[in-house]
């Protein structure tokens, strides 16, 4: 952070600007640090002769591991970045958005998420990717679990005559539901609300 004295904003002295650039700073570190332009800093370190400092690349898993802590029980939670509207956990990585617990789900299987990925664990957004499962694997994890359970197989369309090997879901104990009817539910529900 800027030492006493310094002035933040685009009144930051060049002094300073140049003191962290010989302190082997980033132009956009020293941007943030002292509230000040990078364009500004940038012309200041081509004054200075001073070369660009290399990008420090860290891979997708090196980053997202970055933006986690341990939590009580093995969780772990996230610190980085969340989507404005929802909340979600998420990373920009190379131009590209990633929910943490995609990238959670990766890192346990080696592959990308099979639908939405989230945990399992009933830890509130959990990303420890043990507890993470994409929408295929929990749909097989949780029919398993019917069939374990003894509820035996579920029907082939719902009692509103809708496609269960398209829209057919389990809860999270195996009980069947049917996501067409939910969706339907909800149009109606935000209907009579408007």
Same mark, same amino acid.
């Given at each position: 952070?800027?030492?006493?004295?310094?002035?933040? =904003? +685009?009144?930051?002295?060049?002094?300073? &600007?140049?003191?962290?650039? @010989?302190? #082997?700073?980033?132009?956009?570190?020293? !941007? %943030?640090?002292?509230?000040?332009?990078?364009?500004?800093?940038?012309?200041?370190?081509?004054?200075?002769?001073?070369?660009?400092?290399?990008?420090?690349?860290?891979?997708?898993?090196?980053?997202?591991?970055?933006?986690?802590?341990?939590?009580?029980?093995?969780?772990?939670?996230?610190?980085?970045?969340?989507?404005?509207?929802?909340?979600?956990?998420?990373?920009?990585?190379? =131009? +590209?958005?990633?929910?943490?617990?995609? &990238?959670?789900?990766?890192? @346990?299987? #080696?592959?990308?998420?099979?639908?939405? !990925? %989230?945990?399992?664990?009933?830890?509130?957004?959990?990303?420890?990717?043990?507890?993470?499962?994409?929408?295929?694997?929990?749909?097989?994890?949780?029919?398993?679990?019917?069939?374990?359970?003894?509820?035996?197989?579920?029907?082939?369309?719902?009692?509103?005559?809708?496609?269960?090997?398209?829209?057919?879901?389990?809860?999270?104990?195996?009980?069947?539901?049917?996501?067409?009817?939910?969706?339907?539910?909800?149009?109606?529900?935000?209907?009579?609300?408007?």
């Amino acid at each position: 952070m800027p030492g006493p004295g310094t002035r933040p =904003g +685009r009144y930051a002295s060049r002094e300073q &600007i140049e003191q962290l650039l @010989r302190d #082997g700073g980033s132009n956009s570190a020293i !941007a %943030r640090e002292l509230h000040s332009d990078r364009h500004r800093v940038a012309a200041i370190r081509r004054d200075l002769g001073l070369p660009n400092v290399p990008a420090q690349p860290l891979t997708l898993e090196e980053k997202w591991r970055a933006r986690t802590r341990p939590a009580d029980g093995g969780h772990l939670e996230w610190t980085g970045e969340r989507q404005s509207t929802s909340g979600t956990p998420v990373m920009r990585y190379e =131009g +590209r958005t990633f929910t943490a617990a995609a &990238i959670a789900f990766r890192i @346990r299987t #080696g592959r990308a998420p099979d639908g939405y !990925a %989230r945990a399992e664990c009933g830890h509130h957004q959990c990303v420890e990717p043990a507890h993470v499962d994409d929408t295929a694997t929990r749909m097989t994890t949780r029919e398993q679990l019917r069939y374990l359970t003894g509820r035996g197989e579920r029907k082939p369309v719902c009692r509103h005559g809708h496609d269960q090997a398209v829209e057919g879901r389990f809860e999270s104990d195996g009980r069947p539901y049917c996501e067409a009817c939910k969706r339907d539910q909800r149009r109606r529900t935000a209907g009579r609300a408007v």
